[in-house]
């Protein structure tokens, strides 16, 4: 069984900055991507970022240069995490945390971001 947990969600003034965190635990395959989604009200959850194991990233166009996603070993864990600088109210949504294995996926509960003034 493999346990993804979030945090770091919140209610932030446009501009500002919020780090999201998940820490991952179980079973794990050592070959992984893991990443973030977001859900805002009304519309398809989508890729925000995600890291391989291999620390290669990938962004979608709308977050580079204003997010960045980094992974780190903690015991038994891993741990991923979101840097959301310059944020903007467009980016209010529920982030989410994905693991993706060749044995399958697992998905946190997710923590809801508010960017507003």
């Known amino acids: 069984q493999v346990q993804l947990v979030e945090s770091g969600g919140g209610l932030v003034q446009p501009g500002g900055s919020l780090r999201l965190s998940c820490a991952a635990s179980?079973?794990?395959?050592?070959?992984?991507?893991m990443g973030w989604y977001r859900q805002a009200p009304g519309k398809q959850r989508e890729l925000v970022a995600t890291?391989?194991?291999?620390?290669?990233?990938?962004?979608r166009d709308s977050v580079r240069g204003r997010f960045t996603i980094s992974r780190a070993r903690d015991n038994a864990k891993i741990m991923i995490y979101l840097q959301m600088d310059s944020l903007k109210p467009e980016d209010t949504a529920v982030y989410y945390c994905?693991?993706?294995?060749?044995?399958?996926?697992?998905w946190g509960q997710g923590t809801q971001v508010t960017v507003s003034s």
């Open positions: 179980g079973s794990i395959l050592s070959v992984n991507t």
């Open positions: 890291i391989t194991s291999g620390s290669i990233t990938n962004y």
């Open positions: 994905r693991l993706a294995s060749s044995v399958g996926e697992n």
